[in-house]
């Protein structure tokens, strides 16, 4: 029965739409009337769900009526399996020698501990490649990740600053990786995640233990200071970074800039921010971007055992792209979406399709903020007009989040524009957006993927 659905389902949608959408559907159980089928990624599975349930469902009751519903499910972890797991805090030592006096959150019992930000298992040291551009970055991280717990702290605060994409989140998530493998409370979090538990805490008058909590750790990494925003967050942030380093305590923090250049920073928490060591990570030369990419191939691999790219397709991605790290993911990203929808080989034309300015100036002129907004409400199952109101609900704020990010970077049109387009929003939310989405996507592959999808969908 199965295989007549699909052949059914082939023959009338077609070799192409079958190929894209239906290839990788899988039939797991059919009881009492219920089907369950599973795709590989959550991307197929919302996808199939709001535009093919109805006629999988009409095309399975046809061969049997006692079918009564259809049911999709992704199937067993395939993406990103170790992200979830992975929080500093809560990371069991990998040797299993972590004394019981700190393998305890801070303050568990306060309820409001706070939790790392999920590191990538792909951050690590053994993956960070050094070049001329961030030996020093280099040095001095890996000096903080192998000080001991009484060791005198040399440089401290560590401070690095990069232009985006060059390996600050990398190094960063390095440290704590290493250091949650030995006897030292490590605490891993974004500046929004900081901001956040910092406000969280406040309005359920915790402020005092998530403030105890924070100070009893032994090393802080904050990564992406330069959202940190609002002024009582920041006068908190100083006063941690305070005790923290007149304790003899290790802060680690990167930005986007020196910290002169943090204007909205109080300027005792600049220059106790510039105080310590400030190291600044320069552009990737060529050499690294191929060996960055022979590496995500590999890594891809792991997850996806039938994507290849062939030696001279990298070097050709290593030489076109050479801005940053982020835009070798994006690439990669590409051609990984491409074999996965397709099942064929990587080409070079496929290659050069994907590097061609990452976006080809030419299709920035032709997507419309309209097809952006109904395809990404479609992909995520909400109407347009929720996408464009004024409700702050969970499920519409990310997809109008997205969309507004895609609106940005495919098309030519300004923040105020976007703003005006989506609901008559201030720029300076369009612009939030774009960040939020851009430092999500950074560190959690599936959206990434699903965001490069649904660029492919709109620009071919
Ligand atoms: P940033 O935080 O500075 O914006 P990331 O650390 O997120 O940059 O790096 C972007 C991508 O480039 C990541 O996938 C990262 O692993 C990769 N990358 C950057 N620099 C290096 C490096 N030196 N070695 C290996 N990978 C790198
Ligand atoms: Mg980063």
Same mark, same amino acid.
Request: aromatic share 6%; hydrophobic share 45%.
């Given at each position: 029965?199965?295989?007549?659905?699909?052949?059914?389902?082939?023959?009338?949608?077609?070799?192409?739409?079958?190929?894209?959408?239906?290839? /990788?559907?899988?039939?797991?159980?059919?009881?009492?009337?219920?089907?369950?089928?599973?795709?590989?990624?959550?991307?197929?599975?919302?996808?199939?769900?709001?535009?093919?349930?109805? /006629?999988?469902?009409?095309?399975?009751?046809?061969?049997?009526?006692?079918?009564?519903?259809?049911?999709?499910?992704?199937? !067993?972890?395939?993406?990103?399996? #170790?992200?979830?797991?992975?929080?500093?805090?809560?990371?069991?030592? #990998?040797?299993? &020698?972590?004394?019981?006096?700190?393998?305890?959150?801070?303050?568990?019992?306060?309820?409001?501990?706070?939790?790392? !930000?999920?590191?990538?298992?792909?951050?690590?040291?053994?993956?960070?490649?050094? @070049?001329?551009?961030?030996?020093?970055?280099?040095?001095?991280?890996?000096?903080?990740?192998?000080?001991?717990?009484?060791?005198?702290?040399?440089?401290?605060?560590?401070?690095?600053?990069?232009?985006?994409?060059?390996? =600050?989140?990398?190094?960063?998530?390095? +440290?704590?990786?290493?250091?949650?493998?030995?006897?030292?409370?490590?605490?891993?979090?974004? #500046?929004?995640?900081?901001?956040?538990?910092?406000?969280?805490?406040?309005?359920?008058?915790?402020?005092?233990?998530? =403030?105890?909590?924070?100070?009893?750790?032994?090393?802080?990494?904050?990564?992406?200071?330069?959202?940190?925003?609002?002024? !009582?967050?920041?006068?908190?942030? @100083?006063?941690?970074?305070?005790?923290? *380093?007149?304790?003899?305590?290790?802060?680690?923090?990167?930005?986007?800039?020196?910290?002169?250049?943090? %204007?909205?920073?109080?300027?005792?928490?600049?220059? /106790?921010?510039?105080?310590?060591?400030?190291?600044?990570? @320069?552009?990737?030369?060529? %050499?690294?971007?191929? %060996?960055?990419?022979?590496?995500?191939?590999?890594?891809?691999?792991?997850?996806?055992?039938?994507?290849?790219?062939?030696?001279?397709?990298?070097?050709?991605?290593?030489?076109?792209?050479?801005?940053?790290?982020?835009?070798?993911?994006?690439?990669?990203?590409?051609?990984?979406?491409?074999?996965?929808?397709?099942?064929?080989?990587?080409?070079?034309?496929?290659? &050069?399709?994907? *590097?061609?300015?990452?976006?080809?100036?030419?299709?920035?002129?032709?997507?419309?903020?309209?097809?952006?907004?109904?395809? *990404?409400?479609?992909?995520?199952?909400?109407?347009? !007009?929720?996408?464009?109101?004024?409700?702050?609900?969970?499920?519409? *704020?990310?997809?109008?989040?997205?969309?507004?990010?895609?609106? =940005?970077?495919?098309?030519?049109?300004?923040?105020?524009?976007?703003?005006?387009?989506?609901? @008559?929003?201030?720029?300076?939310?369009?612009?939030?957006?774009?960040?939020?989405?851009?430092?999500?996507?950074?560190?959690?592959?599936?959206?990434?993927? %699903?965001?490069? +999808?649904?660029?492919?969908?709109?620009?071919?």
């Amino acid at each position: 029965r199965w295989l007549r659905v699909k052949q059914r389902l082939r023959a009338e949608l077609g070799e192409d739409i079958f190929a894209s959408w239906f290839a /990788r559907l899988d039939l797991d159980s059919i009881t009492l009337g219920t089907v369950r089928m599973s795709v590989p990624t959550r991307f197929l599975k919302s996808w199939l769900q709001s535009h093919y349930a109805e /006629r999988v469902l009409a095309t399975w009751q046809s061969e049997d009526e006692t079918i009564k519903q259809i049911d999709i499910v992704v199937r !067993s972890p395939v993406i990103r399996p #170790a992200i979830a797991k992975a929080r500093v805090a809560e990371q069991p030592a #990998a040797t299993g &020698e972590r004394r019981s006096a700190t393998t305890t959150a801070p303050t568990a019992a306060s309820g409001d501990a706070p939790t790392g !930000s999920p590191l990538d298992p792909r951050f690590v040291f053994e993956n960070f490649l050094v @070049g001329r551009a961030n030996t020093l970055a280099h040095a001095a991280a890996k000096q903080v990740a192998q000080a001991r717990r009484q060791d005198a702290v040399l440089f401290n605060p560590l401070y690095i600053h990069s232009g985006v994409g060059l390996g =600050k989140t990398h190094l960063l998530q390095a +440290i704590a990786w290493a250091i949650s493998a030995q006897d030292r409370k490590v605490l891993y979090l974004t #500046a929004e995640k900081f901001m956040y538990g910092f406000v969280s805490a406040l309005k359920t008058q915790t402020a005092l233990a998530f =403030k105890e909590a924070l100070r009893g750790i032994d090393v802080l990494i904050i990564d992406d200071l330069q959202f940190l925003q609002g002024k !009582s967050t920041q006068v908190e942030f @100083g006063h941690t970074l305070n005790a923290l *380093v007149d304790s003899g305590r290790q802060v680690i923090v990167a930005a986007d800039r020196p910290p002169s250049d943090l %204007e909205s920073l109080d300027d005792r928490l600049r220059s /106790r921010l510039a105080g310590g060591l400030v190291v600044e990570m @320069g552009a990737l030369s060529e %050499e690294i971007r191929l %060996e960055i990419l022979k590496n995500r191939v590999n890594l891809a691999r792991t997850h996806h055992p039938g994507f290849d790219v062939p030696a001279p397709i990298l070097t050709f991605i290593a030489e076109t792209v050479t801005h940053n790290g982020r835009d070798l993911d994006g690439a990669l990203n590409r051609l990984l979406a491409h074999s996965k929808l397709t099942g064929g080989p990587v080409t070079m034309d496929i290659a &050069e399709l994907a *590097v061609r300015d990452l976006i080809r100036p030419q299709d920035m002129k032709r997507v419309k903020i309209e097809d952006i907004q109904r395809t *990404v409400a479609r992909h995520f199952n909400v109407s347009r !007009s929720d996408m464009l109101s004024s409700r702050r609900t969970a499920n519409v *704020v990310r997809p109008r989040q997205i969309a507004m990010y895609l609106a =940005k970077t495919l098309t030519l049109r300004s923040l105020p524009e976007i703003g005006r387009r989506f609901g @008559g929003r201030d720029h300076t939310t369009v612009l939030h957006a774009v960040r939020k989405i851009e430092s999500l996507a950074d560190r959690d592959r599936t959206l990434a993927e %699903e965001i490069e +999808i649904l660029k492919r969908m709109l620009v071919e």
